[in-house]
């Protein structure tokens, strides 16, 4: 039977988040029924609410940064059983038999990924709803488990911000002896800095603000960079092996790529954007550098960036507020008044 529940939805690009409730769909075989304890506030909420990238349907549920407790499984379902932690992140499906999907790359699915919310679903097409709601119900092969003794509301991020950033420095061979340089310190970037410092790398954060500085070291950079200082910028001239670039608008990508050394990656993990201004292609023939993106993370890669920040103790920096607040919380994080996320306690907005 259908679930009614309680969510906060976007019903146009140019209104505030308000109160709604909705039905989530009958649970169907392979379903995990999740009661939602936390969600975090990603920039792409954001986006999405307000129709930014022009393919928004309304009314829009919000939140792909999922943690809760199961409360139901379907018969199909063998991985997770009531009372279960877990977390959904920005995929609830994909076609499942492309290349993709087979080698656990789901965000890659040739068919395309059916995201948390606003995709049609494979089976019926309803709209898919996100988390920024009580419950939700979702396929057992979209969900994973919350490690024992993480912090499931620093975790929370980890399902966007945290695979985002790892899944590029895992596929790169990031490790001991490598130097990383990491741009921006937003909700990306301070996690960039987190994983890549425990996985061994020698971290330097390249930001605009001289007050990014102390926090940037705070976090764990070994080194701090402010990228408007050309004398700064001259200094590291060819000293990198790898730019984790989280800036999510329009930005000269020039600078950075002459920070890299010979056989040196940029990896785009926050533009969505076309590039501009444009490269200047001797700043890659002239070394063999390259220009990489990379999205988010399949499952199976997901599920191994939880247990790697539990085992390093690593978790996104919050600052927890209710559902009533979202507004004020997009608000403020247009202005990058927040260190480094939003996560919105479900428990407290929506009491039994």
């Not at 789901?106 to 995709?119: A, P, W």
């Not at 990031?174 to 996690?191: A, D, S």
Request: hydrophobic share 40%; with cysteine.
């Amino acid at each position: 039977m259908p679930v009614t529940t309680q969510a906060y939805a976007a019903f146009s690009p140019d209104q505030p988040l308000s109160s709604w409730t909705f039905e989530r769909r009958a649970p169907r075989a392979d379903d995990v029924s999740i009661d939602i304890l936390y969600c975090g506030v990603c920039h792409s909420d954001l986006h999405f609410a307000r129709d930014d990238w022009g393919f928004s349907s309304y009314p829009v549920v919000p939140g792909h940064e999922i943690v809760g407790r199961v409360t139901s499984v379907g018969s199909d379902v063998s991985h997770y059983q009531v009372g279960d932690v877990v977390g959904v992140g920005c995929m609830v499906d994909s076609c499942r038999h492309c290349s993709a999907c087979h080698d656990g790359l789901e965000q890659y699915c040739q068919e395309g990924f059916t995201m948390t919310y606003g995709s049609p679903d494979r089976h019926d097409q309803s709209l898919t709803q996100g988390g920024y709601s009580r419950h939700v119900v979702v396929s057992e092969r979209f969900v994973v488990r919350m490690p024992e003794g993480i912090d499931l509301q620093g975790a929370a991020p980890i399902l966007c911000a945290g695979i985002t950033t790892y899944s590029p420095l895992r596929h790169h061979g990031v490790g001991p002896g490598h130097k990383v340089g990491v741009i921006g310190m937003g909700g990306l970037g301070h996690m960039g800095v987190k994983l890549a410092r425990a996985l061994g790398a020698e971290v330097t954060l390249f930001t605009r603000s001289e007050g990014k500085r102390e926090e940037a070291l705070a976090q764990g950079a070994d080194h701090v960079v402010i990228s408007t200082d050309e004398a700064q910028m001259e200094a590291v001239a060819g000293r990198f092996d790898f730019m984790l670039d989280t800036i999510p608008v329009q930005h000269d990508l020039n600078p950075y790529l002459n920070a890299l050394g010979h056989d040196g990656t940029h990896i785009l993990v926050g533009l969505l954007e076309p590039i501009d201004p444009p490269i200047n292609a001797a700043n890659l023939l002239m070394k063999r550098r390259v220009v990489a993106g990379s999205l988010i993370g399949g499952m199976a890669e997901t599920q191994e960036v939880l247990e790697f920040c539990a085992k390093h103790d690593i978790a996104c920096d919050v600052e927890m507020i209710k559902i009533d607040q979202i507004n004020e919380a997009f608000e403020r994080m247009e202005k990058g008044d927040v260190k480094y996320r939003f996560v919105i306690d479900m428990q407290a907005s929506f009491p039994a």
